[in-house]
C-alpha cells in the first residue's frame, strides 16, 4: 500500500483514535489515480461485486463516500497483488 500511497498517515498523538487518518499520497499517483477511477466505475456498473459491496458497507458503516472508496481502492490493490504473486486470473 506504500508503494501506490494508501497506506494511512500517522500522527502521534495523546488523543489521537487512529481513526478517520489520511492517506500519505507518497507513492505512485498514476496508480493510485487508477484504482480510484477503476472503484468509481465499479460502483457504477456492478454495484453487486465484491468491491462494489464492501464500499457500500463501509459508506453504511459511516465513512464518507470519498474515504470508502478509498477503501475500496485498497483492497483492490490487494486483490490484484495476490493475483500476481499467485498466478491466478480473478473469478468472483
Given amino acids: 500500500m506504500a508503494y501506490i ?4 498517515m500517522v500522527r502521534q ?3 489521537n483514535t487512529g481513526e478517520h487518518l489520511h492517506i500519505t499520497k507518497k507513492g505512485n499517483k498514476f496508480l493510485r489515480c487508477t484504482l480510484y477511477l477503476c472503484v ?8 453487486d461485486s465484491k468491491i462494489g459491496k464492501f464500499v ?4 453504511n458503516d459511516g465513512l464518507c463516500p470519498k474515504a470508502a472508496k478509498i477503501a475500496g481502492c485498497t483492497k483492490l490493490a490487494r486483490i490484484i ?7 491466478v486470473c480473478y473469478s468472483e
Fill in 5 to 8: 500511497g494508501l497506506d494511512p
Fill in 81 to 87: 497483488y495476490s493475483m500476481m504473486t499467485n498466478g
Fill in 13 to 15: 498523538s495523546g488523543k
Fill in 56 to 59: 457500500t458497507k463501509k459508506k
Fill in 40 to 47: 468509481t466505475n465499479i460502483l457504477t456498473h456492478y454495484p
